[in-house]
């Protein structure tokens, strides 16, 4: 397998994934700063033209970073972490949703369209930007009280749920378009989320 890849949050959501399932395997650097991504050779691989996007031995390529989650976990099923099956995975998915939905896309909106980083690509609309980093602030205290009664975000075991929201709060803190409110509890998860060997995976 090959994974095709640059540094951004998508594709780092899928090295914390592989290192706790223990697995690893070829990299490719796509440069998306370039545009390398939006190439029609690239685009064979994933006509969404993102990253990333897995290549399998037989050439299959999936992208999308929670489908290739979903292999990995289906190749490695140890240690589990979708859920398992019955409630436990309807709570991941749940919690993963509302992690990616209402909390992660909304910074990566606010970020696209406030600094205009990808604006040879997309039309900007900073004020669309301001209302997505507003929508992701005044949604972070659900997940506080949430944290205020569990211990990992969908109940007691870490899952791609806590995976997908803390990378999605570094990302927020790194390119500080989204002031983000005090989250206590947020805090205190985040700190063990970090410190699992798997989130320092690059
Ligand atoms: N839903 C996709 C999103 C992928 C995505 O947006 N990737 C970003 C990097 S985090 C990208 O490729 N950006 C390049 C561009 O927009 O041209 C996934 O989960 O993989």
């Not at 991504?37 to 290549?55: K, T």
């Not at 972070?140 to 009664?149: G, R, S, T, Y």
């Not at 007691?156 to 927020?172: G, H, N, V």
Request: net charge negative.
């Amino acid at each position: 397998m090959r994974l095709y890849e640059s540094p951004s949050p998508n594709a780092r959501r899928v090295h914390v994934f592989m290192a706790e399932k223990g697995i690893d395997m070829e990299r490719v650097r796509v440069d998306i700063r370039k545009g390398e991504n939006l190439s029609p050779e690239y685009r064979a691989r994933n006509p969404i033209g993102r990253v990333p996007v897995l290549e399998l031995d037989d050439g299959t390529f999936l992208a999308e970073s929670v489908a290739i989650c979903r292999y990995l976990e289906h190749l490695n099923p140890d240690p589990c972490l979708f859920g398992a099956p019955g409630l436990p995975a309807a709570q991941v998915e749940m919690w993963h949703r509302r992690a990616e939905i209402n909390f992660f896309l909304n910074v990566a909106s606010a970020f696209r369209n406030i600094t205009g980083f990808f604006k040879d690509r997309e039309t900007c609309v900073k004020e669309w930007g301001e209302v997505c980093a507003k929508t992701a602030a005044d949604v972070l205290p659900v997940f506080d009280a949430q944290l205020a009664q569990s211990e990992y975000l969908a109940g007691d075991t870490f899952s791609i749920a806590d995976i997908t929201l803390a990378i999605a709060i570094d990302f927020a803190r790194m390119v500080k378009v989204v002031t983000l409110p005090e989250v206590p509890n947020v805090d205190r998860w985040h700190k063990l989320v970090a410190s699992r060997p798997s989130y320092s995976a690059e």
